[in-house]
């Protein structure tokens, strides 16, 4: 009853569709449980068992789950409490098995050694940075003790995503069940350890760690739904229609979860959550000595299954304030081309640390969203396109702005990119907030490109600067693929967003429009 309740319990159901392995480190740790509480007889008090079969099944199980998550280790916490607290109890009462229960403690103190040395590799690989990753990311308030149950028991009781009646009475229904029968047995009191040291000790890490998501407690679902079938096993009459009763029971159950179940295997798959689109762009625009900065680990297998033949440099982006700027300027040193790769966030917004200094500190060459992942990518802060200057111009803007840039004269190909460096000085204090425009083409025609948009990526608008104040904007020109050849003027100004008024150059013959330079296109 409890394989078919792990079977169809939407939590289960949910993530076994998951491309992160969360089903594969719950059968790790399940064979860790059954290989250890039954084949090696710890779930009970008997003699110790010598079948290396066994052990090496209980080890390599163990090392795998701990190794694929790392709140699997509190398994490996509840196995050592569990003999540790028989042996202690056998100890405390003078019990005549206590000489066996110590033999069981030495060999589960070898096992653990074994596990320990297997998780030495990952330890040194990816120890640092996972607790880098999770430090980066436990940014919100840790949960209170009453919304980590609540968070926990719904999605183990009616699955991700669930809310409102039906998750409660799911939640409900399945604790009372699992408390029928309050004789507490050996085997009763397995199954509650099993779910409670993980679940206390992972409310307690979650307070330090605040990054914390219910799926990460998957591997309790099978002591969960045992404690469920015993309950419906108690309920039933001894007399009459006992697995009639059962099934009654069962099937309830499974009727609260139909909703949930429905939504898993009905519902239109979220579109969004495609990873293809994206990697498809980077795909085409990338070059061989670009990095490629990402935040969660999985978005590297999405990216390693659909670009396979890839020569991107990759880098974690879980980077404190105070390292993101000396980490990311190392990145520049070896590679003049970044990508950001986020997840749910936009690179221009300051809950993306990474994005944050990039904004204010590189060349932005593009942004933009693929459902719920987006891109963008920044050449380095010192990146030149040749071509452009090293001769610099002149250009005032009114009364208010002066404008001091680089004269292009290139030979460039579609698909390239023209990083601009406008330095602007505060002459007096503009009385509005102007925008910035980079265009490349003929005037007078709509641009065939162009970067528009506040000074420094909207980070230091015109209303704030003060007299005396230079504000280095970085922007960038990228050809499009389908540009044809020929000669094109690159020109800049200032607009009102407002009314899209442009600010007269001097200088430009009563112009409101700067002539920068020339490209000379060629395929």
């Known amino acids: 009853l409890a394989a078919a309740f792990v079977a169809l319990a939407p939590m289960q159901v949910y993530y076994a569709r998951e491309a992160k392995s969360y089903a594969l480190t719950s059968a790790c740790a399940l064979l860790s449980a059954y290989a250890w509480g039954r084949k090696l007889g710890y779930a009970s008090v008997r003699s110790p068992s010598r079948n290396s079969r066994w052990w090496i099944v209980y080890v390599l199980s163990t090392a795998a789950a701990v190794g694929s998550h790392y709140y699997l280790g509190l398994l490996v916490l509840w196995q050592g409490l569990w003999v540790i607290g028989s042996v202690g109890l056998a100890l405390v009462r003078k019990s005549p098995t206590r000489r066996e229960l110590l033999t069981r403690l030495g060999q589960w103190l070898l096992a653990a050694a074994a596990i320990a040395l297997l998780l030495i590799p990952w330890t040194l690989a990816l120890f640092q940075t996972t607790v880098r990753g999770v430090t980066g990311v436990s940014r919100a308030d840790a949960l209170s003790l009453w919304n980590y149950l609540g968070q926990v028991i719904r999605?183990?009781?009616?699955?991700?995503?669930?809310?409102?009646?039906?998750?409660?009475?799911?939640?409900t229904v399945l604790v009372i069940l699992s408390s029928v029968g309050t004789r507490v047995s050996g085997k009763r009191a397995f199954l509650l350890t099993w779910i409670i040291v993980p679940l206390v000790a992972a409310y307690f890490v979650q307070t330090a760690y605040s990054f914390f998501r219910p799926r990460f407690l998957l591997y309790l679902g099978p002591a969960c739904y045992l404690l469920v079938s015993r309950g419906i096993v108690?309920?039933?009459?001894q007399r009459h229609l006992p697995t009639a009763t059962a099934v009654v029971l069962a099937v309830l159950v499974i009727g609260l979860w139909a909703p949930s179940l429905a939504h898993i295997y009905i519902a239109p798959v979220n579109e969004t959550e495609d990873p293809r689109p994206v990697i498809a762009h980077i795909r085409a625009k990338a070059q061989p000595d670009d990095a490629l900065v990402y935040v969660y680990i999985w978005q590297t297998g999405y990216l390693f299954s659909y670009y396979p033949q890839n020569e991107l440099a990759f880098y974690r982006a879980y980077y404190t304030p105070q390292t993101v700027g000396?980490?990311?300027?190392?990145?520049?040193?070896s590679?003049?081309?970044?990508?950001?790769?986020?997840?749910?966030?936009?690179?221009?917004?300051?809950?993306?640390?990474?994005?944050?200094?990039?904004?204010?500190?590189?060349?932005?060459?593009?942004?933009?969203?693929?459902?719920?992942?987006?891109?963008?990518?920044?050449?380095?802060?010192?990146?030149?396109t040749e071509g452009v200057g090293p001769e610099k111009g002149m250009a005032f803007f009114g009364e208010q702005i002066e404008l001091r840039y680089p004269l292009v004269n290139a030979r460039l190909s579609p698909g390239d990119e023209i990083a601009l460096p406008l330095r602007w000085w505060a002459l007096?204090?503009?009385?509005?907030?102007?925008?910035?425009?980079?265009?490349?083409?003929?005037?007078?025609?709509?641009?065939?490109?162009?970067?528009?948009?506040?000074?420094q990526n909207g980070l230091s608008p015109t209303s704030t600067w003060v007299i005396g104040q230079e504000v280095l904007d970085r922007r960038v020109l990228l050809l499009p693929d389908t540009l044809p050849p020929g000669r094109y003027a690159v020109t800049a100004g200032l607009y009102r967003l407002s009314d899209g008024s442009r600010l007269p150059v001097s200088g430009?013959?009563?112009?409101?429009?700067?002539?920068?330079?020339?490209v000379e296109v060629e395929h």
Do not use: C, M
């Open 155 to 171: 999605e183990f009781s009616a699955g991700p995503g669930t809310e409102g009646t039906i998750a409660w009475i799911a939640g």
């Open 335 to 384: 590679h003049p081309r970044l990508w950001l790769l986020s997840y749910l966030v936009a690179a221009e917004s300051t809950q993306n640390l990474s994005a944050t200094w990039l904004e204010a500190e590189a060349y932005k060459a593009e942004s933009s969203w693929y459902g719920n992942h987006h891109l963008a990518q920044y050449l380095a802060p010192d990146y030149q």
């Open 428 to 455: 007096a204090t503009p009385d509005e907030d102007y925008q910035v425009f980079v265009h490349l083409g003929t005037p007078g025609v709509p641009p065939l490109a162009q970067n528009d948009g506040p000074p």
């Open 508 to 518: 430009a013959d009563g112009q409101n429009i700067l002539t920068i330079g020339y």
């Open 234 to 237: 108690a309920l039933r009459p």
């Open 326 to 333: 000396p980490e990311l300027t190392s990145i520049f040193a």
